[in-house]
């Protein structure tokens, strides 16, 4: 559906002073942001073409279009209101009532601390205070920003009671419209701390995840590092068992090795069958019979021949020295 002009002023037409009127007025409205800037400039036309009973209407259509759109994040009403909103203020401050006139200090007032627009709204003619046109909490440390957004409620609750005791603890007819309004904000309100309530939720668990899967990875290291030290000291142990074992083994080797007997000339040395067979051939010589003179003297002959021969056989052969070792 095409925006249409002739519509939009019907709308500005028959609205009325009730939050449903307002509500349904600023939703079709909202629905044609595209066409912002003509929306804003015919709403400042109609504001300055109406009566005094009817601008107040329209302020509150304008607060709840501008709101609503920074809840959504749509600047373009924003930016179209924030061009013809102090001139359109300004003139209407000046035509209606006295009592009027302390609703629109309101709305400038909400409007600036809640910093609907880029840059406070200055209108003529309304005092706004600094501390309002600054916003809630803009300046000084994070303690004190958030201590001023506790306010908030207490705020509301305020109103709400100044609103009680101007209505002598009972409400009417006219006061309708400016409990609507504070219905309207207080939901408004809550809807955007709930929303921010979870963001701030999912933030902290995401950190604390973080923590933990940080905690968990330096566990993990130092596990590693303790295994990685007792490796090392098994690896060293086990070296050093094993060069005492060499070590013994060398031990056990010299000990050995000094226990073994060894000839001074194994070359000059006879064997123990060399020293068996010389002592069989020496019994046999002396063992044989005479059996005649002349044999015996030939044997005789023999025997000493043999026996010189012995003697020199023994003087000739070197004699075995053994030798050990010291």
């Known amino acids: 559906m095409s ?11 028959s609205l009325a002073e009730t939050q449903d009127s307002i509500v349904s007025t600023s939703q079709w409205v909202l629905f044609y942001y595209r066409n912002a800037d003509q929306i804003a400039s015919r709403w400042e036309k109609c504001l300055m073409e109406s009566p005094p009973s009817k601008i107040l209407a329209l302020v509150y259509l304008a607060n709840d279009v501008v709101q609503q759109s920074r809840a959504r994040k749509k600047t373009e009403f924003i930016d179209a209101f924030s061009t013809v909103l102090p001139n359109a203020l300004s003139y209407a401050y000046g035509k209606v009532p006295e009592s009027t006139q ?13 910093r609907v627009f880029p840059q406070p709204l200055k209108v003529k003619g309304i005092d706004v205070p600094e501390a309002a046109a600054k916003g809630d909490g803009e300046s000084g440390s994070e303690g004190d920003k958030l201590k001023a957004l506790t306010t908030v409620g207490s705020k509301f609750q305020r109103l709400y009671h100044e609103l009680l005791l101007s209505a002598n603890g009972s409400f009417t007819q006219t006061h309708l419209s400016e409990l609507e309004q504070i219905q309207g904000s207080l939901k408004e309100n809550i809807a955007i701390m709930q929303e921010i309530e979870a963001n701030v ?6 950190i604390h995840q973080r923590s933990k899967i940080q905690l968990q990875k330096s566990a993990e290291i130092v596990k590693k590092q303790q295994e990685l030290q007792e490796l090392r000291k098994a690896e060293e142990q086990k070296r050093l068992k094993e060069e005492a074992e060499r070590l013994e083994r060398l031990k056990r080797q010299e000990e050995e090795d000094n226990l073994l007997p060894t000839y ?36 005789g002959n023999s025997n000493e021949s043999s026996t010189i021969d012995g003697d020199n056989t023994d003087q000739e052969r070197p004699k075995k020295k053994l030798r050990f070792a010291d």
């Open 3 to 13: 925006y249409s002009e002739e519509k939009l002023l019907q709308k500005l037409d």
């Open 102 to 114: 302390k609703r629109l200090q309101k709305i400038v007032r909400v409007l600036n601390e809640r």
């Open 201 to 206: 939720s999912k933030d902290i668990e995401k």
């Open 264 to 299: 001074q000339d194994d070359s000059d040395s006879d064997s123990e069958e060399e020293k068996k067979e010389s002592s069989s051939i020496a019994e046999s010589d002396n063992e044989t019979p005479v059996h005649s003179s002349k044999s015996s003297s030939t044997a």
